[in-house]
């Protein structure tokens, strides 16, 4: 059975292993009603909007709603209209300008969402009208009501799932994931500890991890409602939920009497709290940085490459679907895992906030504060 979980975590097709060797713990269901999202779509035959920037600034300062073209289908376009659309960290730094991968100005903002398909070109093979897509890549423009892509620019995903879920799907579960995946090989028993584990990647992190048997330490701020918080991310899956101050406290001992210590640490913030939690790593464990909110350092003590010889790496989903363009195989596989998941109530979508498209501005506002825990989302 380990062997068998182990596969999953590498892109397995055997989603069945997924199942965790205890209770399923109960999920959370998002706390805002989500309306039919073919009600509150665009028609199709109406002028199509998009959320549109002619220049790098702040948000709210440079996006404008703006009348599209949808340029002529070609043979190996699709005719997409979109549904929905989160607003990511991602999404803000490249209005801002300051991300590593700038889209071509004006540009359409957003880079995560899933439509469903109007039209296909006749040299489309594997979509065809009504089935529904998320990017393939960043930098598709998902602000939009509709748009016209090349089709290997898109990902068919099951429209069973809830439109949320398929919405989020392609950057925070996807990059949760890989990262428990690609650097440590994890069997049942064995624990990663996360900071921002109340983020999108966190709680994909959490559930995931529940799934396959392993343990999870979650870490995060300090805050008035943080009962609340560890509650809801108890309910996820979460087997600890601490501040970042008990990182620094001898009571961290307590938590290793019935866990091991970590093979595997998460990083999305830097600075103390990184330090503080490379210090519980096993020797020879691994520190992967996917983000990093607080906006300062990796810093790491000397002693731990000497004497306990930890790596440390970074991971950007953009770059792994760089990596694996060629290698479909893979990005079907973590695909088919995620929607399983889906399925069985084991991965839900973030906590989420629905906002028609004209309230853009209110939502991109909301966006750009620090440590937002709930998701905009933009129903098209």
Not at 289 to 296: E, F, N, S, V
Request: overall charge positive.
């Amino acid at each position: 059975m380990q062997q068998a979980a182990a596969r999953v975590l590498r892109g397995a097709r055997t989603p069945q292993v997924l199942s965790p060797p205890v209770r399923t713990p109960q999920v959370l269901s998002p706390p805002v009603r989500t309306l039919p999202v073919r009600a509150r779509s665009a028609p199709a035959g109406s002028a199509p909007l998009g959320l549109l920037y002619e220049r790098h600034g702040e948000p709210a300062a440079v996006v404008q709603l703006k009348d599209l073209e949808v340029p002529k289908l070609g043979d190996c376009d699709v005719h997409v209209k979109m549904l929905a659309a989160p607003i990511n960290p991602a999404d803000i730094n490249m209005i801002q300008g300051t991300y590593p991968l700038l889209s071509p100005l004006p540009a359409v903002g957003g880079n995560e969402g899933v439509g469903e398909v109007l039209e296909a070109g006749r040299r489309v093979t594997a979509l065809k009208p009504g089935d529904w897509v998320i990017p393939a890549d960043a930098g598709l423009g998902t602000w939009r009501t509709q748009g016209v892509f090349p089709e290997k620019m898109l990902l068919k995903v099951p429209s069973d799932i809830s439109v949320l879920c398929a919405a989020t799907l392609s950057v925070n579960p996807c990059t949760a994931f890989r990262v428990l995946a690609d650097f440590e090989s994890l069997v049942p028993g064995d624990s990663v500890i996360q900071n921002a584990a109340n983020s999108g990647v966190g709680q994909a992190v959490i559930q995931i991890a529940r799934a396959s048997g392993i343990k999870t330490i979650n870490v995060v701020r300090d805050r008035p409602d943080l009962p609340k918080l560890v509650e809801r991310l108890m309910a996820l899956g979460a087997d600890h939920v601490i501040t970042e101050e008990m990182l620094r406290k001898p009571e961290m001992k307590d938590i290793f009497k019935s866990i091991p210590r970590p093979r595997l640490a998460l990083n999305c913030v830097g600075g103390k709290s990184t330090t503080e939690m490379l210090r519980h790593l096993q020797p020879k464990g691994t520190m992967v940085t996917y983000g990093g909110m607080a906006k300062q350092p990796v810093m790491v003590p000397v002693s731990a490459f000497i004497f306990r010889d930890v790596r440390l790496r970074g991971f950007w989903m953009t770059q792994w679907r760089k990596d694996h363009v060629q290698d479909q195989e893979s990005v079907a596989a973590m695909m088919d895992s995620l929607c399983q998941l889906i399925r069985r109530g084991q991965l839900t979508a973030p906590a989420c906030t629905e906002v028609p498209l004209q309230d853009y501005r209110a939502a991109l506002e909301a966006s750009m504060k620090p440590f937002v825990s709930s998701k905009q989302i933009l129903l098209l």
